[in-house]
C-alpha cells in the first residue's frame, strides 16, 4: 500500500511539473524576445510532413529544431529530461508545447525526431512508444519517426514499426563552444548518414535536402562501421591534437603550439585529401629510421609517458601503411612492430603507475 501511495505522489508531481512547464511556456513564447523569427516558405519537394516534435534538445536537437523552424516547419512539441534547455529553444522555434515526459509528444505530430544519447536511446523510444499517442489530423501519411543516432540502426525504432522509421545522423561536429545560430550555419552542404524502410528513405533524403544536406544511405549492417568512421575523422583527430599539445608543454610552447604546428597538420591532410593517405605519409617511419623512433620513445617515457601507448599504437599503423605502400620490407616492419612492443612493456611496467599518479593529482586540482 505504501508503494502504491508514493508511485501516485510521484505521479501527481510529474502531473504537476509538466503543467507548470506549459504554463510558463505560454506566457514565455508569446512575448516578443528581442527580434523576431522571420518565417520562409517550407522548401520541400512533395508532401513532406510539416509538424516536428523533438525529443532532446541537446546539441543536435537544437540544431534540427532551429533549421526546421527557419525553413516553415512547425515545431509542435520539444521534449527534455530537463525543462530549463527546451524553455529556452522554445522561444526560439515559438513552440508551446515543452515537457520533461515523453508521453506528452504533441498528438498532431507528423515528423518525430529523438535527439537523445545513444545509450539513452533504446529506452526512451520504449516509453514514448507506450506513453505518446500520435493522430495528427491533416495528414493523409503516417508519421515519420527518426532518430539521430550514428550507431543505432532502425532495429531501435521497431516499437514504432506502424509508422515509417528511419535515422538521419549528421556527419559534423557539434561542439558546447559553439552558440545554436554556429551550430545551424555549419550543416549547410554537410552529408548525413541515413537509413529508411521502403519509401520512407525518400521522405529522409527530402528532409535532409531541406536542411540543405546531402545524403549516404548507409548499407544495411554496417552502422557501426560506419560511426566508427565519423569516430576516428573526429573524436580521434582531437585526441591527437591533445597528444601534441602535451608534448609541446614541456617545450615551453604551451599556447604556440598551435601556430607552429597548424601549417604541417593543415598541409598532411590535405595532401591526404588529394591523393591518397598511404602516399601522403612521410616521416622516419615511412624512411626505416627505427633509431630516430626509438629516441622519439625514449623522449615520451621521460617528459610524457602517457602518450607512448598512442605513438606505439600510431607507430605501428604507419608501419603498416609503408609496408602495403612497399616502402618498408616484411623484416623491417618487423623490427618496427618489435620496438613499439618492447617499448609498450616498459610503459606498463614503469610509466603506467607514474602516469595514474599524474592523473590523480591532475584530478585533485
Known amino acids: 500500500m505504501k508503494a502504491r501511495r508514493l508511485t501516485k505522489t510521484i505521479s501527481r508531481s510529474r502531473r504537476s511539473t509538466n503543467q507548470r512547464i506549459r504554463r510558463i511556456v505560454d506566457r514565455t513564447v508569446a512575448r516578443p524576445y528581442g527580434h523576431a523569427v522571420r518565417r520562409r516558405k517550407i522548401t520541400v519537394v512533395g508532401t513532406l510532413p510539416s509538424r516536428v516534435s523533438i525529443v532532446g534538445t541537446g546539441a543536435v536537437g537544437s540544431t534540427l529544431a532551429l533549421l526546421l523552424f527557419e525553413k516553415g516547419y512547425t515545431i509542435a512539441s520539444l521534449i527534455n529530461r530537463t525543462a ?80 515509417g522509421i528511419g535515422s538521419l545522423h549528421p556527419i559534423q561536429s557539434f561542439p558546447a563552444s559553439k552558440s545554436l545560430r554556429e551550430r545551424v550555419r555549419s550543416v549547410g552542404g554537410i552529408h548525413f548518414g541515413i537509413e529508411g524502410e521502403g519509401k520512407t528513405v525518400e521522405l529522409v533524403q527530402q528532409l535532409v535536402r531541406v536542411l540543405g544536406g546531402r545524403s549516404y544511405v548507409i548499407p544495411k549492417g554496417m552502422k557501426p562501421l560506419y560511426h566508427a568512421a565519423c569516430v576516428l575523422s573526429s573524436n580521434y583527430v582531437v585526441a591527437l591534437l591533445n597528444a601534441v599539445s602535451e ?49 622519439h620513445l625514449e623522449a615520451l617515457r621521460k617528459f610524457a609517458p602517457q602518450l607512448v601507448p598512442l605513438y606505439t599504437v600510431m607507430g605501428i599503423e604507419s608501419a603498416r601503411i609503408a609496408r602495403q605502400d612497399g616502402r618498408l620490407t616484411p623484416d623491417q616492419f618487423r623490427e618496427f612492430v618489435s620496438t613499439m612492443r618492447v617499448s609498450v612493456r616498459k610503459y606498463m611496467s614503469n610509466g603506467s603507475r607514474r602516469t595514474e599518479k599524474s592523473v590523480s593529482r591532475k584530478d585533485k586540482r
Open 247 to 295: 608534448t609541446a608543454g614541456p617545450l615551453g610552447l604551451t599556447h604556440e603550439w598551435k601556430e607552429l604546428m597548424l601549417p604541417l597538420f593543415t598541409t598532411t591532410v590535405e595532401n591526404a585529401m588529394r591523393t591518397t593517405p598511404r602516399r601522403a605519409l612521410t616521416g622516419p617511419i615511412a624512411r626505416n629510421d627505427v633509431h630516430t623512433v626509438t629516441l
Open 84 to 163: 530549463k534547455p527546451a524553455l529556452s529553444l522554445a522561444r526560439e522555434v515559438n513552440c508551446h508545447k515543452v515537457s520533461t515526459s515523453v508521453s506528452d509528444i504533441a498528438h498532431e505530430t507528423e515528423i518525430l525526431i529523438f535527439a537523445v544519447s545513444d545509450d539513452a536511446l533504446p529506452e526512451v523510444v520504449q516509453v514514448a512508444a507506450k506513453g505518446a499517442r500520435l493522430r495528427p489530423a491533416a495528414s493523409t501519411r503516417k508519421p515519420l519517426v527518426l532518430h539521430t543516432s550514428g550507431v543505432h540502426s532502425l532495429e531501435v525504432l521497431k516499437p514504432f514499426h506502424k509508422f
